[in-house]
């Protein structure tokens, strides 16, 4: 897992670095500027840094380097870098945006030290051809839009031609959201120190940050003292994956009742029973409309087949209950959905129709958060809801352009609401769940985007859910996991049909082959 930060969490393990490690922030400035160095040389084709340029850079005063600069520690990192390639022999102009009396100490510090080097430096700069553009403009905390000077310096800098590099985060973006603040520079590449910054694998800043590189500066889990950042993504999903018995049999993977599918609508719960059985459960059972036996039996001869008068007895049977997808709102689902909620006592994913239902009816709501038997008992299971904005949106009654700005605030509250585990899908999925941090998913593409999309999903994470027998201080990271193998089905399914013709049957079948020599933990 990767580690992704805000900037006030930032802040605060830059702070502890210095005050409780006893790091001095110069020598951190110091590191952020060389590992900068390292990523332009990589850029260069220079396989490492030295005194000076070696075989693949033939000529390095062809090197020209132009670093905006601003008066502000990322500024003080661009003197730094400044000075760095200066030393090799790169060709270095440095133009100043900002009232140099405002500076911080540090960039203070830098530019004195930047005074006993011959380094071009001014607030109206040549704007030649450049090689290499550094934005060491902002750095993380910028919270208001760009505006007069500044932001007619980031306009400037996107129209110059080069490589452009930013350095932390592209000037303009908000490191914690990814949203545009005004204007922001495009980068090609950005270098962030210590920690990967929110903004930069959030929309749209991704798209401003280019390739990211997370540059060691001696910032990192020691600086947390205890405080930890609230969100982090995977890089791999190979150590989260449940183990496979080898003496197991149908019923040790798990039994998987899906409740799903309305009259003669029996599509979602295809989907979802075909994605269940890929993810690795051992039985999938659907209970739906009699009018969906032939279809089903047809479509996953695999499945057991049920009908909702008689899905009192298939209660006691699942191992993991999914009910929603295609389930209609009418009178016989809200059924449905209080019957489970009130006499079953295994993890149960809510999805689609099931969260319309749950978003309008208080009545169901209460017996998500209070978790009453139909026997006035308590009960213990795990709930896992799977939003998209719209189904968030009437769960929270907060407008979807408001919850698209923080998506992930706003699944936390759900789940703190509801004690639930919250997936809330977007462009970016975020899983949240109280006193976790939030996983946000990177994998995925726009292919998925199509209807039974969530449909999947729902099965997915019942065949996982399914086989860990799961309890509640494992189920976060199985939902985790399942979001994963979804998202990465879908970057199989659209490298195979293309993002435009991926359709949400390609995503299910998609699964087992995400899985396969996958090891187990």
């Keep these: 897992m990767r580690y992704l930060v805000t900037a006030e969490e930032m802040k605060r393990y830059d702070a502890n670095s210095i005050n ?8 951190l400035m110091e590191r952020a500027a060389l590992s900068a ?41 661009g003197l730094a870098l400044g000075r760095l390639l200066g030393e090799l022999g790169c060709q270095v102009e440095i133009w100043l945006v900002g009232d140099k009396a405002k ?12 005074q006993a080097y011959d380094i071009m430096c001014s607030d109206t700069p040549a704007f030649t051809e450049y090689t290499i553009l550094v934005d060491a403009l902002f750095g993380v905390g910028l919270s208001r839009e760009v505006g007069g000077l500044y932001r007619e310096a980031v306009e400037r800098f996107n129209q110059l031609q080069g490589y452009k590099l930013a350095l932390d985060v592209p000037s303009g973006i908000d490191s914690d959201t990814g949203t545009v603040l005004g204007c922001a520079v495009r980068a090609d590449e950005t270098v962030t120190f210590g920690f990967c910054k929110r903004g930069l694998v959030l929309y749209p800043g991704c798209e401003y940050a280019g390739k990211v590189v997370v540059g060691e500066i001696g910032i990192n889990e020691r600086s947390f003292l205890g405080e930890p950042p609230g969100m982090f993504c995977l890089d791999s999903l190979t150590e989260w994956l449940p183990a496979r018995d080898p003496y197991g049999n149908k019923s040790t993977f798990g039994k998987v009742l899906l409740v799903a ?18 993810s690795g459960a051992g039985m999938v059972k659907v209970v739906t409309d009699a009018s969906n036996r032939e279809i089903l ?42 019957q489970v909620l009130t006499d079953s006592n295994c993890p149960l994913v809510i999805d689609a129709d099931g969260l319309n239902l749950l978003a309008a009816d208080d009545r169901l709501w209460e017996l998500v958060v209070t978790r009453t038997s139909a026997h006035g008992r308590q009960v213990t299971r795990q709930v896992v809801l799977t939003p998209h904005v719209g189904e968030l949106s009437r769960l929270t009654g907060v407008d979807i352009p408001k919850l698209k700005k923080n998506l992930a605030f706003h699944g936390l509250e759900l789940s703190r609401r ?28 726009s292919g998925m985007a199509t209807a039974g999309s969530g449909d999947v999903l729902a ?3 019942g065949g996982l859910l399914a086989q860990s027998q799961t309890c509640q201080e494992s189920a ?17 399914a659209a490298r195979e049909k293309g993002e435009h013709g991926c359709m949400a049957g390609d995503i299910a079948e998609a699964v087992a082959a995400v899985l396969r020599n996958k090891k187990r933990i």
Aim: proline share 2%.
């Design 20 to 27: 409780q490690l006893g790091v001095p922030g110069m020598v």
């Design 37 to 77: 160095r390292e990523v332009v040389l990589d850029r260069l084709g220079v396989a490492k840094a030295g005194s000076s340029f070696i075989k693949s850079v033939d000529d390095a005063a062809a090197v020209r380097v132009l670093i905006m600069a601003g008066v502000g520690n990322n500024g003080g990192d």
């Design 103 to 114: 500076a911080s100490d540090q960039w203070r510090s830098q530019w004195k030290i930047l």
């Design 261 to 278: 599918g309305s009259d003669k609508m029996a599509g979602a719960a295809v989907l979802a029973a075909r994605a269940a059985y890929r």
């Design 297 to 338: 039996q047809g479509a996953v001869p695999e499945a057991l087949f049920g009908v909702y008068a008689d899905l009192a007895d298939s209660l006691s049977w699942a191992d993991v209950i999914v009910i929603g997808s295609g389930l209609g709102q009418e009178k016989g689902a809200r059924k449905c959905l209080a």
């Design 418 to 445: 509801l004690g639930a585990i919250v997936v809330a899908k977007d462009a970016r999925t975020f899983v949240c769940c109280q006193g976790k941090p939030v996983c946000v998913n990177l994998w995925g593409n």
């Design 459 to 461: 099965g997915i994470l």
């Design 476 to 492: 976060f990271e199985t939902v985790c996991l399942g979001v994963g193998v979804h998202a990465q089905a879908g970057d199989m």
